[in-house]
């Protein structure tokens, strides 16, 4: 059964960088067909995309994020990480990491989510 | 880019009532579409993909239909653990986005 675990800080400052890790189990993060990606809500508000990585290594982003994200894979521990640089009071959130399926939804599913807060 | 717009924003309804959701999107989507439920502490939970598909485990009262930019979400008898919120979610092309939202609330 997949699982996906989010960690990192859950306080920043200010204009610095927001790093998180999502570590998977029971599913490869090199397996063909498959994105692994970061959503996250900020306090009150809907939910939002931030980007994706696939199987293979390409990414895609929001463009209202892409100049300040990052997501890479780190195949050998199973893990893939979102960096966001200059963040602010806007970026607090809870960040989901989830599993995308290639051609179809089906294969869809999103961790529980860690709440990340930018405070001084 | 394609902009989801979600209606109404909440709906107060009782147990046992119909729930009827709507998701419109600001350009077509042939099929990459689906539902999720989302509560406090939990991981967004994937309803319907791909339009009308039920995922593992979700009872047939959920049901998903619509074509090109027009979608709903049926909840045919709600039941108390269905009061959340429910967003709509399209994956027809980069960007990814999610709609707004709709809030069930328990009248």
């Known amino acids: 059964q997949l699982q996906l675990q989010e960690s990192g800080p859950g306080l920043v400052k200010p204009s610095e960088t927001l790093s998180l890790t999502c570590t998977v189990s029971?599913?490869?993060?090199?397996?063909?067909?498959?994105?692994w990606g970061w959503i996250r809500q900020p306090p009150g508000r809907g939910l939002e995309w931030i980007g994706s990585?696939?199987?293979?290594?390409?990414?895609h982003y929001n463009p209202s994020l892409e100049s300040r994200v990052m997501i890479s894979a780190d195949r050998s521990k199973n893990q893939f990480s979102l960096k966001l640089s200059s963040v602010t009071a806007a970026d607090t959130a809870v960040y989901y990491c989830?599993?995308?399926?290639?051609?179809?939804?089906?294969?869809?599913?999103w961790g529980r989510g860690t709440l990340v807060t930018v405070s001084s | 880019e394609i902009v989801l717009t979600q209606s109404p924003a909440t709906l107060s309804l009782s147990p046992g009532e119909r729930a009827t959701l709507s998701c419109r999107a600001s350009q077509s989507i042939n099929r990459y579409l689906a539902w999720y439920q989302l509560k406090p502490g939990q991981a967004p939970r994937l309803l319907i993909y791909d339009v009308s598909n039920r995922a593992t485990g979700i009872p047939a009262r959920f049901t998903g239909s619509g074509s090109a930019t027009d979608f709903t979400l049926t909840i045919s008898s709600l039941e108390p653990e269905d009061f959340a919120v429910y967003y709509c979610h399209h994956r027809q092309h980069w960007p990814e986005s999610f709609g707004p939202g709709t809030r069930v609330d328990i009248q």
């Open positions: 029971g599913d490869s993060i090199s397996r063909s067909g498959y994105y």
């Open positions: 990585i696939y199987y293979s290594g390409g990414t």
């Open positions: 989830g599993r995308e399926q290639s051609g179809t939804l089906m294969g869809d599913c």
